[in-house]
């Protein structure tokens, strides 16, 4: 052993990359269903630094990893964090998992004074129960010492495994009816103009009256189809080809689409990949088709999910469009909208740059907390307001602050195996000076935290609030923090409401507050602490 350590102190590099290939090798072996994913790398990271102390990479290494997996969740979440800001789900969310981690916070405080360990472990405790990467980064900086990594290792296999169990023990006691809906579906149908009095009415007639979440796609006159331009006045024996999801089209008495369809001699029905990148983060309305060819956009295909190509909806990367056009310009369609899949492994580095650049100023800026001084959001505190803001925006000017999935999925997991395997190379030699005193106690006050945390959160909002059960997994999963336990959540009930819920939680109440909590925690140790119990 001494022999393998000799080595790896002069190879970081070596270390490193081996530390993140064991460690992702050992995040998949399963026991009883139970993995500890990518928080395999923190542990074979300690193992690693207690051997090979010196291995272990500067610190900027690791700080890069978190900021990179930061921005990502900002600008993948940004939309759906403000909207959870706003609406009577969002408010009730966000309220729900405060007040349950505001909880965990109090109990670590009182736990640290009964079990007697300081509050800086205590913060890394109370970061690892709740897996918060972030956290142990801000507990660090504020500690100024590893003994918060030491409280975070201990507690995280816990902050793990302990809300799976959670979720699957009251998933079985409490039964609830979770409604599974298939993923959204356009379907089409066919209307005859007399059948319902429309002859002599304009298209814009007709799209004022129509009811909502219903498209007309097409008409068919004298055995051609044609598409509905605005000022097109409908004639005897015209059918009109509709779209939309079943539960709009069978309020009527409608034919399925046969005729209209099957003849593409005239216009013709293509799907194109958006690959450009002038038309990322750009609503419908401001994309202008070419004007020298017939071209209708009547279907998004987004993900598993179809959607009605309204005006203000905003375009993504990956997002498939379904478009009616004339056979002679498929081919000028698709070169039109540029349908490569390519466009999913780049970004704009520069967005990216400053983006970075104004997260770390704004983390910065000492903001002030009565009766313990100031804290500050860090820079990885500073970097996910920021990313949070570029993400709701998506586009400001010249700048496209959209990021490809595959790309953001990448980076963050890329980012995030750099901090974890960081963390653990530097904190492996006060790891094993620490774990048999104060080990036991971190751990056994983290699953009493973790406990009450997502019990709080399902059983409060289950019977207090009369909440859905797979909402509430979402909001405990944002909680939390840990992506595997979104994962199972989504296992257990998939609806798509967990992912809703997470986004809601993770980056506010999941993140930002625990930083800012855990300063506290730390502050509170140089001022005496809280009073003793009793």
């Known amino acids: 052993m001494e022999v393998i350590g000799s080595f790896l102190n002069t190879q970081p590099f070596i270390a490193l990359f081996l530390v993140i290939g064991i460690g992702y090798f050992a995040g998949k072996v399963q026991v009883s269903g139970f993995s500890l994913g990518i928080g395999a790398i923190l542990f074979v990271g300690l193992a690693v630094g207690a051997v090979a102390p010196k291995a272990a990479p500067p610190s900027l290494v690791g700080l890069v990893g978190l900021i990179l997996f930061l921005y990502g969740i900002g600008i993948q979440y940004g939309k759906h964090f403000f909207a959870g800001l706003v609406s009577s789900l969002g408010i009730k969310a966000n309220i729900l998992a405060a007040t349950a981690v505001l909880v965990g916070f109090g109990i670590s405080l009182v736990l640290a004074r009964y079990l007697g360990f300081s509050n800086d472990f205590a913060s890394g405790m109370f970061a690892g129960t709740l897996t918060s990467t972030p956290t142990l980064q801000a507990a660090l900086e504020a500690a100024g010492n590893k003994d918060p990594a030491v409280g975070y290792a201990a507690a995280y296999p816990f902050g793990v495994f302990g809300p799976i169990l ?14 599974i809906k298939p993923p959204a579906r356009l379907i089409t149908a066919e209307l005859a103009v007399e059948d319902y009095d429309l002859i002599g009415q304009d298209v814009a007639q007709i799209l004022k009256k129509a009811p909502e979440g219903i498209e007309l796609v097409m008409i068919r006159r004298q055995g051609m189809n044609i598409l509905p331009e605005p000022d097109l006045v409908l004639q005897p024996a015209d059918v009109l080809l509709l779209a939309g999801l079943p539960e709009h089209l069978n309020q009527f008495k409608l034919q399925p689409s046969r005729e209209i369809l099957s003849d593409r001699r005239h216009m013709d029905y293509v799907r194109v990949f958006v690959s450009k990148a002038q038309f990322i983060g750009q609503p419908l309305s401001n994309i202008a088709l070419p004007e020298n060819f017939s071209a209708r956009i009547v279907q998004i295909r987004r993900g598993d999910i179809d959607l009605i190509p309204r005006p203000d909806l905003v375009i993504e990367y990956g997002d498939q469009l379904g478009v009616i056009v004339d056979p002679a310009n498929r081919a000028a369609i698709s070169t039109f909208f540029g349908d490569s899949i390519h466009a999913e492994s780049s970004f704009c580095f520069i967005s990216l740059s400053l983006g970075m650049v104004a997260g770390a100023l704004i983390g910065l800026i000492p903001l002030p907390v009565p009766g313990v001084g100031s804290v500050k959001l860090g820079v990885p505190g500073g970097v996910l307001v920021v990313s949070l803001i570029l993400g709701y925006f998506g586009r400001l000017g010249p700048f496209n602050w959209n990021m490809p999935v595959v790309a953001n999925t990448i980076l963050r997991n890329f980012g995030l195996t750099l901090f974890l395997a960081g963390v653990g190379m530097s904190s492996g030699d006060p790891f094993i000076k620490n774990i048999g005193g ?22 409060v909002g289950y019977y207090v609030l009369r909440m859905n059960f797979d909402d509430l997994l979402g909001i405990a999963a944002g909680a939390t923090g840990n992506p595997a336990i979104l994962s199972y959540a989504n296992e257990l009930t998939p609806t798509g409401k967990p992912d809703i819920g997470y986004a809601m939680i993770f980056p506010g109440v999941g993140t930002i507050v625990k930083i800012i909590l855990v300063q506290i925690m730390v502050a509170l140790a140089g001022n005496g602490g809280i009073p003793p119990v009793g």
Do not use: D, H
């Open 166 to 179: 959670f979720f699957y023990l009251t998933y079985r006691l409490l039964r609830p009816k979770v409604e």
């Open 438 to 459: 104060v080990g036991l106690s971190l751990l056994l006050g983290g699953m009493v935290v973790l406990s009450i945390v997502v019990l709080f959160v399902i059983l």
